[in-house]
């Protein structure tokens, strides 16, 4: 007897550190879509005859502006994805922490957001990921504070704000201000709110420590006319 209950012992622990589990929850889960395209079917009670049975998922409210992921760094066997894909109903409006929750400092509004890490670094880290609007193809909107752009760049991230500049019309210098932590500007597209004009894609020089900045291209600098001018910075961190 002392053999049999051994052996079935040794047969449970080798199966269990073979074999891994592809559903986990904190209730009981049902097993009957083996097989099936479909991991899990949350219909069943929409074949009940009662009209207010099985008709939507609820789910739980999340306050993005403090959240933060409990385990930042995951493994190949627990969230092999990062997160990536995870959906949650953001129930305030505001900003992100500035760890903890992917890149920090992202402007959300009310409603559902997915997070968006689809490259993962360093590996398994939730760190290089972001919250995005669910159902708003992606779209940003660059505000006048820092905004974490859509794009990244060999797995940079890009940072976005908007702003102003005032042109003298006698010299070329301006002074775009430096946001915190940059190291080189990616891009930037100068403009004047309210008209069709674009006056230039690039600057003659621009110093990313102190603001200071050249109007023209990189070839020749050019004097701006007097006035007050808009921006969009665009740049790496």
């Known amino acids: 007897m002392k053999v049999y209950l051994t052996s079935a012992l040794f047969a449970i622990v080798a199966a269990s550190s073979t074999f891994f589990a592809q559903l986990r929850s904190n209730g009981t889960v049902?097993?009957?879509?083996?097989?099936?395209?479909?991991?899990?079917?949350?219909?069943?009670?929409?074949?009940?005859?009662?009209t207010s049975n099985g008709k939507g998922l609820a789910f739980p409210r999340t306050n993005l502006t403090t959240f933060t992921f409990v385990t930042p760094v995951t493994s190949a066997l627990n969230f092999p994805t990062a997160y990536d894909g995870m959906i949650v109903y953001n129930s305030t409006a505001g900003t992100t922490p500035a760890t903890g929750s992917g890149?920090?400092?992202?402007?959300?509004?009310?409603?559902?957001?997915?997070?968006?890490?689809?490259?993962?670094?360093?590996?398994?880290?939730s760190a290089s990921g972001q919250w995005l609007?669910?159902?708003?193809?992606?779209?940003?909107?660059?505000?006048?504070?820092?905004?974490?752009?859509?794009?990244?760049?060999?797995?940079a991230q890009?940072?976005?704000?908007?702003?102003?500049?005032?042109?003298?019309?006698?010299?070329?210098?301006?002074?775009?201000?430096?946001?915190?932590?940059?190291?080189?500007m990616y891009g930037i597209t100068i403009y004047k709110a309210g008209t069709n004009t674009v006056y230039s894609r690039e600057l003659y020089s621009y110093d990313t420590s102190t603001g200071a900045?050249?109007?023209?291209?990189?070839?020749?600098?050019?004097?701006?006319?007097?006035?007050?001018?808009?921006?969009?910075?665009?740049?790496?961190?």
């Open 103 to 125: 890149i920090g400092g992202q402007t959300v509004g009310v409603g559902f957001y997915y997070f968006s890490n689809p490259t993962p670094t360093p590996a398994f880290s």
């Open 213 to 237: 900045a050249v109007t023209g291209s990189p070839s020749i600098s050019v004097v701006y006319p007097n006035g007050t001018y808009d921006y969009v910075l665009e740049y790496l961190k």
């Open 158 to 184: 890009i940072y976005g704000v908007k702003g102003t500049f005032a042109a003298s019309g006698t010299s070329t210098s301006v002074t775009i201000p430096a946001p915190a932590g940059i190291t080189s």
């Open 30 to 50: 049902s097993a009957t879509v083996a097989t099936q395209s479909v991991f899990l079917d949350a219909s069943a009670n929409g074949f009940t005859t009662s």
């Open 133 to 155: 609007p669910l159902g708003s193809s992606g779209k940003e909107n660059i505000l006048t504070t820092e905004t974490v752009t859509n794009r990244q760049v060999n797995n």
